[in-house]
């Protein structure tokens, strides 16, 4: 595993990419503060408060200190990367100032934790003049949002299945531009569709069609953020078939349109003020 320092301080960010596969033995960790990862690419399974959680791109690894979680890469023989912030103890406080929220180890790819992953990925990659503790308390204050109204499906899963929807999801992210129905995903998992769907929302707490949608999301906002090609363009690229559509999902998922994603990527610190006030309410 290899780390990056990317800033210290209140707020730390450190770029982790780790290349470790299926035969690579998992050992136990520790988290060292109260942060959040969010996985840019690559797949993992973790262990932590006695759940068992699959992590894949636009998901959260989350931490409180003290915390023990293993990680394993069974499923997927390229690693994966990971954006990680740490936040001090009086900021976490102030984030979410109910101490169980730091206890949820795992989040699914939600829509807005994904789209504010992308914007905190454009900054680190410095295609943003926005600062990195500005978006790493965004992506923080979207996460304890989220929180309230998010449950998870519990419960132990044959290794074999949990492989499946893995490798499954790892398929639509990389083919989320084309058109993948329920059928086409089940058929690349050897599962009937009813089979398939009622597994995938198990395993990863959102559905496939979520998933694909969100992983159209996430690509739209690293383009938004990348350059400047018409919006338009953006929405057809990434797997929208309907501007409107995408403007409207887009805006759901960012709290802000497509266009004013753009000028908060491009440094519109008014906008993200903004976000993070509607947020901290």
Not at 127 to 152: N, Q
Not at 158 to 165: I, S, T
Not at 212 to 226: I, K, N, T
Request: glycine content about 8%; charged content about 25%; hydrophobic content about 45%.
């Amino acid at each position: 595993m290899s780390a990056a320092f990317l800033q210290q301080g209140p707020v730390s960010v450190t770029d982790y990419r780790c290349s470790l596969g299926p035969h690579d033995i998992p050992f136990t960790e520790v988290h060292n503060g109260f942060s959040i990862a969010y996985v840019r690419k690559g797949s993992f399974a973790c262990e932590a408060l006695g759940q068992s959680y699959d992590l894949v791109a636009g998901s959260l690894l989350v931490g409180r200190p003290g915390d023990e979680y293993v990680c394993s890469h069974e499923h997927h023989a390229c690693g994966d990367e990971c954006l990680h912030f740490q936040f001090a103890p009086e900021l976490a406080e102030t984030l979410a100032p109910d101490p169980e929220t730091w206890r949820a180890a795992a989040m699914p790819p939600l829509p807005e934790l994904m789209v504010a992953g992308e914007l905190a990925q454009a900054v680190a990659d410095d295609r943003s003049d926005l600062g990195l503790d500005e978006v790493g308390l965004l992506l923080a204050s979207r996460f304890a949002e989220a929180m309230t109204g998010t449950k998870r499906a519990r419960g132990r899963i044959r290794a074999a299945d949990r492989r499946r929807v893995v490798e499954t999801a790892l398929w639509i992210d990389a083919y989320s531009h084309r058109a993948i129905d329920l059928d086409s995903a089940a058929g690349k998992a050897e599962l009937s569709a009813f089979h398939f769907l009622r597994l995938f929302t198990r395993v990863l707490g959102v559905s496939p069609h979520q998933y694909l949608v969100r992983s159209r999301l996430r690509r739209a906002a690293r383009l938004l953020a990348e350059d400047e090609r018409a919006i338009t363009d953006v929405a057809f690229d990434v797997g929208f078939g309907d501007l409107s559509n995408f403007v409207r999902t887009f805006h759901r998922a960012a709290g802000v349109s497509p266009r004013g994603f753009r000028r908060m990527a491009k440094g519109d610190r008014q906008l993200v003020q903004a976000r993070l006030a509607a947020t901290l309410v």
